[in-house]
């Protein structure tokens, strides 16, 4: 079976841009209030990170925000509100790290290697939050103290999804996994995934429907291990099998 994605091809665009519009506005207003915020904590604001278009497929993986690459760029340390040039630079810079870092080729290769659906190169990267920082525990800690801009946050990567509508989305971090419940689902409705242990939820828009599969990392000090990755694989392959048979 081939899969065809040029009819999706304007919607993802146009998408990805006001994404990363509403991603640079919020920069520019809420950004001095979450520098206060931060400075009890050891959480370094730096650049935020846009969402950089990629080869389009209907299977997107969700981490919950990037590292810091090591060394840290110049311009990424930078903590005024980007002009043109910044930005060029940011997105130039993110498309470097998904071809270097080694999350993202991990990734790729469990996708290629493991999921194996013949007629899908690889997923869509995007994470849950564009703000860089290494230590996730700490990370977290500053979404707890922050959150009227994770709020904002939240709204625009579920805007981001509403207009997209992928077919599956993978959220491979287990915090991610637990937040993302809350965002698409409800609060009370996340306690029940909870509870029944599930591992995947349809959510539902406007006559669509997006898949999505909860899970842990894929590399990392917290990554699956062979077994997990293995159902995690065939769950993936599965759910797609299924939409399209």
């Known amino acids: 079976m081939s899969y065809n994605l040029a009819m999706n091809s304007t919607s993802y665009k ?11 506005r919020l920069w520019k207003t809420k950004f001095h209030n979450a520098i206060k915020l931060t400075e009890k904590t050891n959480v370094e604001f730096k650049q935020f ?10 299977i997107w993986f969700f981490g919950i925000n990037p590292s810091l690459p090591k060394p840290t760029k110049e311009f990424i340390s930078q903590t005024t509100p980007p002009d043109k040039n910044l930005i060029e630079k940011l997105e130039k810079e993110q498309k470097k790290m998904h071809k270097k870092i080694q999350y993202f080729k991990r990734a790729k290769i469990f996708f290629e290697k493991e999921v194996k659906i013949p007629e899908l190169r690889k997923p869509i990267f995007h994470d849950l939050y564009p703000v860089r920082h290494t230590n ?9 103290d922050n959150d009227d801009f994770r709020k904002k946050l939240d709204e625009a990567t579920k805007n981001l999804i509403d207009g ?10 287990a915090k991610a996994s637990e937040l993302m419940q809350k965002i ?3 609060k009370s409705e996340a306690k029940k995934i909870i509870l029944q242990g599930e591992t995947k939820r349809t959510y539902r828009l ?7 599969i909860f899970s842990s990392m894929l590399s990392g000090q917290r990554a699956l291990d062979t077994y997990s990755r293995s159902r995690l694989a065939r769950e993936i ?3 797609w099998k299924d939409r399209n048979n």
Request: charged share 25%.
């Open 14 to 24: 146009k998408c990805v841009k006001q994404y990363n519009q509403e991603i640079s």
């Open 49 to 58: 990170c846009f969402h950089v278009n990629q080869v389009e497929s209907p």
């Open 184 to 186: 698409f689902f409800g």
């Open 136 to 144: 996730q525990k700490e990370f977290v800690k500053f979404l707890e």
């Open 206 to 212: 406007n006559g669509k429907k997006t898949d999505m």
């Open 237 to 239: 392959s599965k759910t």
């Open 164 to 173: 997209i509508m992928p077919d599956i989305i993978v959220i491979a971090n």
